[in-house]
């Protein structure tokens, strides 16, 4: 097993909708986000990351939680790679669309959060459970 320091953007639009992206590969639902590189720090990672991944450069309005529960933070990829995110996730909102995404996302969509999509990346499900319950975040999980 890998210990990988990952990073994610909630990424919400003015109606409260979240941008998701379906992974390919996998075919799940989730957040923008991924690893942290040598050299960055959990914000430039963040928002490198969202670009890459959907376009999207966003804004960070500051930190949703810490993520690192090996209950739900382990993930077995369909190569058979089996990783533990310790992850930070910010709270974003759209800025512009500035390019297009990396091939990662077969679909970007944006969701209300009483309405996701199926199935849903699994280290992904108990953040935005945490995106509902705003007020007391920070979140350490």
């Not at 990073?7 to 690893?35: A, K, S």
């Not at 590189?37 to 939680?65: F, I, N, P, Q, S």
Request: charge should be negative; charged fraction near 25%; aromatic fraction near 8%.
């Amino acid at each position: 097993m890998e210990l990988r320091p990952c990073c994610g953007v909630v990424v919400q639009d003015e109606q409260g909708r979240v941008l998701l992206m379906r992974r390919n590969g996998e075919g799940t639902w989730g957040l923008p986000g991924g690893g942290v590189e040598v050299g960055e720090t959990w914000e430039h990672a963040a928002k490198r990351e969202c670009r890459e991944e959907t376009g999207w450069d966003v804004d960070l309005h500051g930190l949703l939680g810490i993520y690192s529960d090996p209950s739900t933070q382990v993930h077995r990829y369909p190569d058979g790679r089996v990783v533990h995110c310790v992850g930070v996730v910010f709270l974003g909102s759209p800025l512009s669309r500035t390019g297009s995404p990396d091939g990662e996302a077969t679909e970007l969509g944006w969701f209300p959060l009483d309405q996701l999509p199926e199935p849903l990346f699994a280290p992904d499900v108990p953040v935005l459970h945490h995106v509902t319950l705003f007020e007391a975040a920070p979140f350490i999980d």
